[in-house]
């Protein structure tokens, strides 16, 4: 009973936990250090506050996911995992007003590039195209009877065409290709 549920036990389960801490997807940075913080309590209650301290600042930084940003807390020598907190937001803070800042040269750089009547009328295109006006049927090939220059739906061979007389009949067409 007592290995099963004693302190010893929860202390070693504790220290399993701590020391293969790894950052969760869509975890935050701060919820991730204020969990490692308790998991070194629970797992060296006894330690002085110093060593407890360096052994929460490597484990924070082991567990962060992003390898470039783990690098940079590295190099950038804190001995505090509160600091290397900071110096992970700021960094992360960094990291997205960049990307921002290359999307929006990005995007200018394509405006600019852009001529506008050739863009234009690519859109006339594509719009008469795909409005209710009058279509080009004469592409359109029916699958009901083969011939050109209209749908299925509006096929003679359905019957709903009334001119059935000018077009042949589905048989007639499969009685004529065997």
Known sequence: MQRRYGEDHLRQVHRLRFRSRIQQPGESLQAMESNIRRLALFSYPHADPEFLEE???????????????????????????????????????????????????????????????????????????????????????????????????NSWSNGRRRDMATSPSRSARQGNDE
Not at 72 to 92: H, M, P, Q
């Open 55 to 153: 052994l929460q600042t490597d484990t924070f930084i082991n567990a962060i996911r992003d390898r470039e940003l783990q690098q940079a807390v590295r190099l950038s020598g804190k001995n505090r995992s509160s600091d290397a907190l900071i110096f992970t937001l700021a960094n992360e803070a960094g990291k997205q007003t960049s990307r921002r800042v290359a999307d929006v040269r990005e995007a200018s750089v394509i405006e600019l590039n852009l001529d506008a009547p050739e863009v234009v009328r690519q859109a006339k295109d594509t719009l008469q195209g795909r409005g209710r006006g009058v279509r080009d049927v004469s592409r359109i090939r029916c699958w009901g009877c083969g011939r050109s220059g209209h749908l299925q739906r």
